[in-house]
Every structure is written in structure tokens, then in C-alpha cells.
């Protein structure tokens, strides 16, 4: 069986993603904040790991201790709002630093400390936004947001483009859903989201290169 591992998959996006791999008969390696996070699951292809994703010395533990073993699909989809509520000239400096270093920092270094554990036909993925698309800025709104995913989009291509080893990268957009971030007014239910996320993820492997595309398969313009 594949074997995917979903960085940040308490709750939300991430949960719903280590469901539906599951239910598609994957193996999965999901990382947790609380010790107690995805306890109510009992697969047996589920393993738990308890990961901060800016605990540096953590994140270099758990890449060792999967060292031994080949993964499909490294999925990184732990990430902020931040203060992105304001204008990014209020947004407050200190929050504003704690949003890219768990935003962009974080998980860019995870994409380029693990990717050699990715088998070298497998993907490597980051949860991105639509809102990290400069060309689809017409609104404003979410700046400090906006401006973190612009930037983890900026560090995928550069990551892409310096290692050129045949992995499939995705920046992966799953549209504005229902989750403690998205609010109750997101026009999508996680239902709607994540399955058809995971369909794009499926039928994008192998395809080599770096894409940028959301749950309806779709790319997006940077």
C-alpha cells in the first residue's frame, strides 16, 4: 500500500485528509500537536506522531526515525491566520513573525529535509491558498496571509528548481472551506474540499515538476 505522511492533522484540513487516505486504503503517518490527537481513530494503518513543526530538533528526530522506510506522498499542511484581520501596516510585528516562521519557514524546511525520503516517483506537497496568487490579488483582504503564502509559494519553486530530482511538488489549494480558520461563512464544507483534493494529489503523481492547483484540479496563475 502507498504511504503518505500529513503534517498537521489534528484537526480541520489535515484530519480530513488522514481520513479520506485511509478510507483509499493508504498507509498514514499523521503528525499531532497534542498527545492525544486522532486517538478517536483506531486504524491500523495509522501511525501517530507528536510533532511541532518549529521544534527544529523534533523535526530532525522524526526524519530519522523515518529514515528506514519510502514515502509516497509528504503532505505539510500545518499553518496560521496570523494577523490578517488588519491592514499589514497594524499587524502586530511579533504575530506577524510567528506567521511566516509556521507558514513558510516551517514548512519549507520539512519539504527540503524530507523530500530524499519521498520515493523518487512521489510527491511532495504544501498547503497553499489561492491566496498566495499575486495575479488573482484584486481585493486585497487576509494581507499578512496573503503575503505568507506568496512567499511558501516562492520557496516551493525554488526548492523545485534547485533540486530538479523527478519528484512531483504541489502547492496544493484546497479553496475557502468550513474549518476554524475558514469560518462558517466558507462556501465549502470540508466535504466538498478534501476529497476532491486528494483526487487532484492521486492523479497528479508521477507527473513530475512543480504545480500550483486547487481541489477542482485546476492550476492557478502565480
Do not use: C
Request: charged content about 25%.
Amino acid at each position: 500500500m502507498p504511504t503518505a505522511l500529513i503534517v498537521g492533522a489534528s484537526r480541520g484540513l489535515g484530519r480530513a485528509m488522514t481520513e479520506q487516505f485511509l478510507a483509499r486504503g493508504w498507509d498514514v503517518i499523521a503528525t499531532v500537536l497534542e498527545a492525544d490527537g486522532l486517538a478517536d481513530l483506531d486504524e491500523d494503518r495509522l501511525t501517530v506522531e507528536r510533532l511541532d513543526t518549529t521544534d527544529w530538533p523534533s523535526v530532525d528526530a522524526l526524519r530519522d526515525r523515518l529514515a528506514g522506510g519510502a514515502l509516497d506522498l509528504l503532505m505539510v499542511n500545518a499553518g496560521i491566520k496570523g494577523p490578517s484581520e488588519v491592514p499589514i501596516g497594524e499587524a502586530d510585528p511579533d504575530q506577524f513573525v510567528r506567521l511566516m516562521l509556521i507558514n513558510v519557514l516551517a514548512p519549507l524546511r520539512m519539504v527540503d529535509r524530507y523530500a530524499d525520503l519521498v520515493s523518487p516517483r512521489g510527491t511532495v506537497a504544501v498547503m497553499s491558498s489561492g491566496m498566495g496568487s499575486i495575479t488573482r490579488n484584486t481585493y486585497a483582504t487576509w494581507e499578512a496571509y496573503r503575503t505568507s503564502k506568496a512567499a511558501l509559494n516562492m520557496g516551493m519553486k525554488s526548492i523545485a528548481v534547485r533540486r530538479a530530482d523527478g519528484r512531483t511538488y504541489i502547492l496544493a489549494n484546497p479553496g475557502w472551506t468550513q474549518t476554524a480558520m475558514g469560518g462558517e461563512d466558507a462556501p465549502l464544507t470540508i466535504e466538498q474540499s478534501i476529497p476532491p483534493l486528494v483526487d487532484m494529489l492521486e492523479r497528479r503523481a508521477g507527473s513530475g515538476g512543480l504545480h500550483y492547483a486547487d481541489y477542482k484540479d485546476e492550476d492557478i496563475p502565480w
